[in-house]
């Protein structure tokens, strides 16, 4: 099958967000198959330009098409990109294109040629928390490219439960029900935990409602004396950080803020902890669940968006109402307390994970989707 890949791709550089994360383990096996001859195509600032193609010893290869933007002009670059990205996948006439990003399937649909596209996110959902003046006009656009997108897909993957249930009065596609890939080195037998230890991964911003961990830890941490918590993330919105740390400074040796890291850090961190926490107040499929289930490890989370999806309760974590600090913190003190329940909870974690989110049944599935998409097209 010749492949075409569209969405922004890490280039000489770790992913940087979890939808480069999900983009780079398919695009790893996809290759790994052997059966798909795999171009990948982004138009996006912040990487070399041009024509590459990789090879490793034993892994067939790939092109890679980063195509130049403009530094300049009123015209953003995501209404560029189909001027670019069209006459490109016309010249390649792949069998199959998977997208990533509307301006993307839009790009491809005005081809002609067969288009299975992934929904990653709820752009209109996702305005009123973004900040900034530039960032709401940018998410407008995106919100508006969505709704031309919608109207002519014929194949959406729906990552969730809950796209299908958000976009099927939106859209007469049909829905293919696909996990996000976990990269594989997620997989590996994981060693014991630290007893107490804590690890949460997010970007310091408001939506992570990281603010609601640190108040479930300060209620735990005279019950608790082992409790650690770590904090891997960005700090993104500089305001809420530095209004993180004054609130994590009476914690003293509990908290630990770390900056991001590379996959390889990620699995550390995530190796270290007896429990995972998420409290987001917003979020859609967070990436960093379905690494924790890989690793073997629980899960409390808040139950937004599709984590409940995720985490199954009482069998492979504990989920709270979202902004629910006491329920929050009494999911932490059930498995922090209980190493053998927790350990219990990561084994079922890490079985489900191998099933669903392995890279290779991930691939399988694309390309089943894929064959149908382009058995379905004329």
């Known amino acids: 099958m010749r492949l075409a890949l569209l969405g922004h791709f890490p280039f000489d550089a770790p992913p940087q967000g979890g939808v480069q994360s999900v983009l780079a383990t398919l695009r790893d096996a996809f290759l790994a198959r052997g059966d798909i001859e795999l171009y990948l195509v982004q138009h996006r600032r912040g990487v070399p330009y041009g024509v590459f193609r990789r090879q490793e010893a034993g892994v067939r290869g790939y092109t890679a098409y ?9 015209v953003p670059n995501m209404l560029r990109t189909g001027r670019l990205v ?8 792949p069998d199959g294109i998977s997208t990533h990003q509307p301006e993307y399937a839009l790009a491809a649909l005005a081809t002609g040629l067969p288009v299975l ?3 990653h996110g709820f752009p209109r959902q996702e305005f009123w928390a973004r900040r900034g003046l530039a960032v709401r006009s ?31 009065r939106r859209t007469r596609a049909q829905f293919h029900r696909i996990d996000n890939p976990v990269a594989p080195l997620f997989f590996a ?17 408001p939506r992570k409602g990281i603010d609601l961990a640190l108040a479930a830890v300060a209620r735990l941490r005279a019950h608790i004396p082992a409790l650690r918590l770590e904090i891997i993330g960005a700090a993104v919105d500089a305001a809420y950080a530095a209004r993180l740390h004054r609130q994590a400074e009476p914690l003293g040796e509990t908290v630990r803020f770390r900056p991001p890291t590379t996959p390889e850090g990620v699995r550390a ?24 289930m890989a690793v073997g490890r629980p899960v409390v989370a808040t139950a937004v968006a599709a984590v409940p999806d995720l985490v199954a309760p009482g069998e492979t974590g504990l989920l709270a109402p979202p902004g629910d600090v006491e329920a929050v913190a009494a999911g932490l003190a ?34 089943q989707a894929l064959e149908r998409v382009m058995g379905n097209w004329l």
């Open 86 to 93: 069209a006459p490109l996948l016309r010249e390649l006439a």
């Open 269 to 292: 961190a995530l190796e270290r902890a007896q429990v995972v926490l998420l409290t987001s107040r917003m979020e859609h499929v967070p990436v960093i669940i379905a690494e924790a």
């Open 66 to 74: 980063n195509l130049a933007p403009r530094d300049r002009g009123l």
């Open 189 to 205: 037998p994981a060693p014991p935990p630290e007893p107490g230890r804590v690890v949460l991964v997010g970007n310091l911003t």
């Open 138 to 168: 940018a998410t407008l656009l995106e919100v508006w490219l969505e709704w031309r997108m919608l109207r002519q897909l014929r194949h959406i993957v729906a990552i969730s439960d809950r796209v299908i249930a958000d976009y099927r």
């Open 334 to 367: 059930q498995l922090l307390t209980d190493p053998d329940r927790a350990a219990a909870m990561g084994a079922e974690a890490a079985r489900r994970a191998r099933r669903r989110f392995h890279p290779d049944a991930v691939a399988a599935a694309y390309v």
């Open 117 to 119: 596209h992934t929904i």
